[in-house]
């Protein structure tokens, strides 16, 4: 018998309170979507998603993920402005990221520069009222790239995981969809 997402949090409910910052951290597949969207529970949320459907492939993922999400979430896409999209309005239903992996790889591929976009997000958090729950991938396990563009993205990637962390209240490694607590300081 495993774990439920929420039940790992020291007995929290999809009704308990969230963090002010959350940041959940994970390897592909393994899981930290579904438990990010388990901690803002039923409650009405704002997903804000920061893929683009380049392909089938990838048109299908996000149809997956909107179809497991139901209807109590308002979708916003952000695939580059992700510290504008978060504010919004001043509307303090949770926001949930989804992925800054992939925004990262956004601002690359648009050739904007990740660090004055990731101070200007950690800013953004300064002030933002509604709790926001970050996904993000932990690429720095494996092995080094060998390339030039492979290796900036990791280690962008690793110092937004670092910073995001710094600023969070909670942060939760996720590995075979069970969940770790790095980071929990109390409200």
Known sequence: MGLSPTSAIRGASPDAALARVTLVLGGARSGKSR??????????????????????????RIRAHRARRGGNWTTREAPLDLAAALAGDDDRRPRLVDCLTLWLSNLLHAGRDPAAEAAALIERLKILEAPVVFVANEVGLGIVPDNELARRFRDHAGRLNQDLAAAADRVVFIAAG???ILKEQAR
């Open 35 to 60: 438990y990010a969207e388990t901690l803002v529970g039923g409650r009405p949320a704002i997903y804000i998603a920061t893929a683009s459907a380049g392909d089938e492939e990838m048109a299908a």
């Open 178 to 180: 069970l969940p770790m």
